[in-house]
């Protein structure tokens, strides 16, 4: 799971920095919701 949660975060740093100039604060947000989605989806087993 560690490897996809890192995909994610480097195609979204990328994705920002290649749009930068037009709107980060979107690409931050949506890069912020999937890394959490992905966290809260792998952590769920490891609880239970």
Known sequence: MPAIAV???GTSIA???LDLRRDWVDHAT???FLV???MIG???P???
């Open 15 to 17: 994705l920002a920095v």
């Open 46 to 48: 490891v609880f239970r």
């Open 7 to 9: 995909s994610l975060i």
């Open 36 to 38: 959490g989605m992905v």
């Open 30 to 32: 949506g890069a912020a």
């Open 42 to 44: 792998a952590g769920l």
